[in-house]
């Protein structure tokens, strides 16, 4: 009798290596996916900015049979212990039937554990052909953590910009200013002033904000 076995198709059944994923794409939708496969991860420590900062790397391979759709970069995959992971590049592999997503997983002092929407300024015309303005989402649920920049300061009276926040997202790209900050959770509104993408913190984006009066 032949044995039909190959380490790569039967091997991580055997070691019990498949995961439950959920998945988070950049437009807010959310997809659960099965028998996902974790391969080598490789850990830096990124040395300290306003908060401290490590970055994993890890290889996600996810069949294509659930994801007829090349998963777009910035997806964020959160692994069946809770952890998120952001994709930065995607790949084919084990001859078409998988995704190879490698992923980063930034563990930023506090945790990227704030979720907010990015805001962009559209005009538009209204009923009698006029011009307006308005603040539409062009990026939802997007990982965040939110510090307060006087925090960090010396002891003594809070500067006048004392309201203003470092907000440090896991997503990297170039967004266009004017743009706003929006978390869900609160209903606040935040006026982005300025962006930095910043070499301490890898794959992530600093905001410097303040709240729209």
């Given amino acids: 009798m032949t044995l039909a076995w190959?380490?790569?198709?039967?091997?991580?059944?055997?070691?019990?290596?498949?995961?439950t994923?959920?998945?988070t794409f950049p437009q807010g939708r959310l997809q659960t996916v099965t028998g996902a496969l974790r391969r080598a991860a490789r850990r830096r420590q990124q040395p300290e900015s306003n908060g401290r900062?490590?970055?994993?790397?890890?290889?996600?391979?996810?069949?294509?049979?659930?994801?007829?759709?090349?998963?777009?970069?910035?997806?964020?995959?959160?692994?069946?212990?809770?952890?998120?992971w952001i994709a930065?590049?995607?790949a084919t592999a084990a001859g078409g039937s998988r995704w190879q997503v490698t992923a980063r997983s930034v563990a930023?002092?506090?945790?990227?554990?704030?979720?907010?929407?990015?805001?962009?300024?559209?005009?538009d015309k209204d009923a009698h052909g006029a011009q307006t303005a308005a603040w539409r989402i062009v990026e939802?649920?997007?990982?965040?953590?939110?510090?307060?920049?006087?925090?960090?300061?010396a002891q003594g009276e809070p500067p006048p910009?004392?309201?203003?926040?470092?907000?440090?997202?896991?997503?990297?790209?170039?967004?266009?200013?004017p743009l706003r900050v929006h978390q869900p959770h609160t209903g606040r509104t935040l006026r982005v002033l300025e962006i930095t993408h910043e070499e301490s913190l890898d794959q992530l984006v600093a905001m410097i904000v303040e709240p729209v009066s």
Avoid: F, Y
Wanted: aromatic letters at 4%.
């Fill in 6 to 19: 190959t380490p790569e198709g039967d091997l991580p059944q055997r070691a019990d290596l498949r995961e």
């Fill in 21 to 23: 994923v959920m998945l």
């Fill in 53 to 84: 900062a490590g970055v994993d790397q890890v290889v996600w391979h996810l069949p294509q049979s659930q994801l007829p759709q090349r998963p777009p970069l910035g997806l964020m995959l959160t692994s069946a212990d809770g952890e998120n």
């Fill in 88 to 90: 930065v590049a995607v």
């Fill in 108 to 123: 930023v002092e506090g945790l990227l554990a704030d979720r907010v929407h990015l805001l962009a300024a559209v005009v």
């Fill in 140 to 153: 939802a649920n997007v990982p965040a953590r939110i510090q307060p920049l006087w925090a960090k300061e």
């Fill in 161 to 177: 910009q004392a309201s203003r926040c470092r907000v440090i997202l896991g997503r990297q790209r170039a967004w266009p200013l």
